[in-house]
């Protein structure tokens, strides 16, 4: 069993959700990734989506954008990423890490070289934001062979139909991407959240996750009555933005938000 699925099972018999933390590696700068990852552990995160620096984040909306711009004046690559969930994996054997970005940085690697790194790096989960489906086969073959999950999007306007394709590649959790637009947005209706979430089950077994317009504790707990994971970015990386001159503080108000979070949903349980 993954740790991916450990996590879920684990949170599932204390009747409590996932809360997955995202943030871009290297932003502000590379030596801060690592640190912060085990301070937002610390705050409660059950699993960490490790976003990989790209000069054209088409999915990410201003805040997200900016953050890549950030690590990218630092030349982070997607190796230095892997090495720097190698260093996490020197300190946290059982924290899932997922790498979230674009298929370019990896074709550029090499599928099998990609797999062999992370694997070895102990990365749990890959979520390559512009590979539909049609084009996952051998990909997915790969990263399973690794004992890697790969991890797809779904939106508002995904069909039944696609659902069902995208099911059959996935593995891990799936990310239900709670707004039309980019990262960053605001409006988020629990409602159509539940019965978008009710479609996706009636499909697929595995857990599925919530993610864009989570802002603050209130609205992490909603989302957590209705799905098996928060996925929270934007609110996390503006944080990072405001305080990047002090990684102290900084790292002191993404684990005040995660924690918040955290202590709202487990409410619930």
Known sequence: MSRISKTFELLK????KALI???TAGDP??????PLMHDMVSAGASIIELGVPFSDPMADGPVIQAADERALEHHVSLSDVIA????????????PV??????NPIEIMGYQRFAELSADAGIDGVLIVDMPPEEATEFTALMTQHEINTIFLISPTTSA????????YASGYLYYVSLKGVTGANTLDIDSVTEKLQQIRAIT???????????????????????DAVVVGSALVNQVAEHQNNQQIMNKKVSDVLSDMRNMMDDLA
């Open 161 to 168: 139909g696609r659902i069902e394709k995208i099911n059959k």
């Open 98 to 103: 997922v790498l979230m970005g674009y298929l």
């Open 205 to 227: 077994g595995l857990p599925v996750g919530v993610g864009f317009g989570i802002k603050d504790g209130e609205t992490a707990q909603a989302v957590s009555r209705v799905a």
């Open 13 to 16: 018999q204390q009747n409590k």
């Open 84 to 95: 720097m969930v190698k260093a996490f994996r020197e300190g946290d054997e059982n924290t």
């Open 29 to 34: 700068q590379p030596g801060f990734t690592v």
């Open 21 to 23: 933390p995202f943030v």
